[in-house]
């Protein structure tokens, strides 16, 4: 799996959107881009992948470059609920659901009243 | 999405003792289930790869003996921990990927404490 590059931390006002960003820059043709997040003594929390088209669920929206060697995160109106430790995590899919996940460091992401 | 669930959240237990710990996928097949160690401010590890019907495969430095893990049908593995020390006090959890193979999905964890 490729390596992904995040910030260690982030604050956003409550309200605002987040915009978390991730460098992938040995990501493969084959590799999707995932978000995870993790609230403390939780397990992690799967948000949203994608190949290289921009994607957008009821949690977020996730910004690929053309080149795939980064993306960003969005959170459109973050609220405190929001705040949580966020992971970026590169992988290919496949159907028989083998490969692992590999976690890095991620953002902790701090929303602000 | 799908759900994992685990059992139980939180135990206990003296240093010696052996705690086993489940993890279910409630509403689909997993036949590959994966489990994770996390230390207080730090990132999740994976520690073994469960494999339905089959051994599980241990990653580099998990000892296979003292982690015992089982995974009879395509709904649950379970984890044995043997002869818990406290350092082997910590959060884990498991994760699941649905039939697309595409998204894995991570239970809420277990939170062990051996005194």
């Known amino acids: 799996d490729a390596k992904t590059t995040q910030p260690p931390s982030m604050d956003c006002a409550e309200g605002r959107a987040a915009n978390l960003p991730c460098n992938h820059s040995t990501i493969s043709g084959n590799e999707y881009v995932y978000w995870y997040r993790q609230i403390h003594s939780q397990g992690p929390q799967y948000i949203i992948h994608?190949?290289?088209n921009n994607e957008t669920n009821e949690m977020a929206s996730l910004i690929i470059t053309e080149d795939r060697k980064s993306s960003t995160l969005i959170l459109p109106h973050a609220t405190l609920r929001d705040t949580a430790v966020y992971y970026c995590i590169v992988r290919v899919a496949n159907s028989g659901g083998y490969q692992k996940v590999t976690f890095g460091t991620g953002t902790k992401l701090q929303v602000i009243p | 999405g799908a759900v994992v669930s685990q059992h139980p959240s939180w135990v206990i237990c003296k240093s010696g003792t052996s705690v086993k710990i489940e993890c279910r996928s409630l509403?689909?097949?997993?036949?590959?289930m994966f489990w994770y160690r996390q230390f207080p401010k730090q990132s999740l590890m994976l520690m073994a790869t469960?494999?339905?019907?089959?051994?599980?495969?241990?990653e580099q430095g998990v000892e296979k003996d003292k982690f015992l893990i089982n995974h009879a049908s395509l709904t649950l593995s379970t984890l044995t921990v043997t002869s818990a020390h406290p350092e082997d006090s910590s959060f884990y959890i498991c994760?699941?990927?649905?039939?697309?193979?595409?998204?894995?999905?991570f239970g809420p964890g277990t939170r062990l404490l051996v005194l």
């Open positions: 994760s699941a990927s649905d039939r697309t193979g595409e998204t894995q999905y």
């Open positions: 994608g190949l290289k």
């Open positions: 509403d689909f097949q997993a036949t590959t």
């Open positions: 469960s494999n339905e019907g089959s051994k599980a495969t241990y």
